[in-house]
Structure formats: C-alpha cells, structure tokens
C-alpha cells in the first residue's frame, strides 16, 4: 500500500484560537506534529490540509508541503477528502489522517490503523485503554468494538454503561485516539455524506462514517494515550510533558 499522510490544521479552533500556530517547545504545534509523523516512518508523503496562508507558511520551513482546503468544512476528515481527492495525489492507496493536535502520537496507534486497512476493513485507528474515573468525562471519546476489533458505536458519555454500580470496570472502556486511515473508496463516501443526526449531537464525526455503513476497525494499544491539544491547560501539560522526556516517544 501506497500511503498519504495528511494533517488538517484550520486556525478557527474556539476553545484554542490559532491552534496550529502554538508554541510547544519553541515550535509551532503544527510543525511538532509534522515532525512526530515523519519520525515514525510509515507514509510514503506528507502534507498539510489548511484553510489558512498563515499555516501553509509556517508548514513550509518543515519541508513539507501544504495544501489550502475550504475554510466551510465541518470536521477533518472533510478537510483531508478534499485534499487527498487532488489529482496529485491519485497514486496512493490508503490515506492516513492524524490529526493537527497530537504531537504525542505513537507509532503503535499509526501502525495498528494502517494494519486494520490491511485486514479488510473500511476504516482503520485505534483506541487506548481508559482508566474508568475518566468515563464520564465528555473530552475522552470512548469507543465500544464487537469481537472483531470493529467499531459498534463512538461517544462523549460512558459506554458501555455500567447497570450495577458493584460491576467491574477494569478494561471495559477504551478511549478512540485521534488517527485514521481509510481506503479511498472509504474516504470519498465519507467525505460524500451529509452529517448525520448522531454526528451533530455528539459532534463526533466518525458516526457519520458508521451511519453509512463504513466498517471502521479499532487497533487496541497497550497503554493510555497522551491527551491531544484542545486549550490552553492541555498546551502548558503537553509543554511539561516534552521537556520531562525531551521530546521522546512517550
């Protein structure tokens, strides 16, 4: 498989203006997630989907290249159809998705979504194990599988949900973590939808890809995930976290 990474990065965040623009460790976030993905050695290229001249700029001085998108589009994997359905990019087999505010991205989660393409299914990414104090916890998306490691449904509350209070909780929730990869005819069907109505409530957009029966297979990690980048608070642990291991695949 011949595979394109594509990184969406839009300047409109609410809860973080100019998200990709951040500093962490004296590099823009943009450029820290450039550099996380090129490290792990699993895309044949790279690019940027941005809605902003600014980020094609800073994208620039990384060696990679950047594409302008539409500054109308609802959610990334949008930003990442219009980008990879380019005629430029028409080679590639499978194109991976990793999202603008996840410098701490592993290996594993990348590998395990590829992996999940290479076995068959629509759509590939991953889940980390999620320590049942944060279930309820509407930042951590949570994701429940059938036996074949394949999505049943994705949201902000807990699921599953535990009836008896006294039940065991170790190893029942899973958190979704913020990569995909989808075969081309998977992305342009995705990318052809309307939202669905679970999809705007949730305001997650991988119900969109199940509403319309896309098969999205989960690689499960071994340990919890490094939160992405959402505020201000997330931006100053994700700082404390890359000088405490100065910048290592932790």
């Avoid at 949008?78 to 990019?89: H, Y």
């Avoid at 599988?145 to 929730?173: K, N």
């Avoid at 997650?204 to 340990?223: F, K, N, P, S, T």
Wanted: glycine share 8%; charged share 25%; net charge negative.
């Amino acid at each position: 498989m011949r595979v394109l990474g594509v990184i969406p990065a839009r300047l409109g965040s609410t809860r973080l203006p100019n998200k990709p623009l951040q500093l962490l460790a004296g590099e823009p976030l943009i450029t820290r997630v450039i550099q996380r993905v090129l490290e792990h050695g699993l895309v044949d290229e790279l690019i940027v989907a941005t809605d902003s001249r600014v980020v094609v700029e800073v994208v620039g001085r990384s060696g990679v290249r950047a594409v302008l998108t539409s500054d109308r589009h609802l959610s990334g994997t949008d930003r990442v159809a219009e980008a990879a359905g380019r005629a430029d990019f028409a080679e590639f087999d499978v194109v991976a998705n990793v999202q603008g505010d996840e410098p701490f991205i592993s290996r594993e989660a990348l590998a395990g979504a590829l992996d999940r393409i290479a076995q068959g299914d629509d759509v590939g990414t991953a889940a980390a194990p999620l320590d049942p104090v944060l279930a309820n916890d509407p930042s951590k998306v949570k994701v429940v599988t059938d036996d074949r490691g394949r999505a049943l449904y994705f949201s902000r509350a807990a699921i599953p949900y535990r009836r008896e209070a006294g039940e065991p909780a170790d190893s029942l929730y899973w958190q979704h973590v913020g990569i995909y990869a989808y075969t081309r005819p998977a992305l342009r069907r995705w990318g052809s939808e309307p939202p669905s109505r679970a999809e705007l409530a949730e305001r997650l957009e991988q119900l969109r890809a199940l509403h319309c029966g896309l098969r999205i297979g989960v690689a499960r990690l071994d340990v919890p995930m490094m939160p992405g980048i959402d505020t201000m608070d997330d931006l100053r642990r994700a700082e404390a976290h890359w000088h405490a291991h100065q910048g290592a695949s932790l």
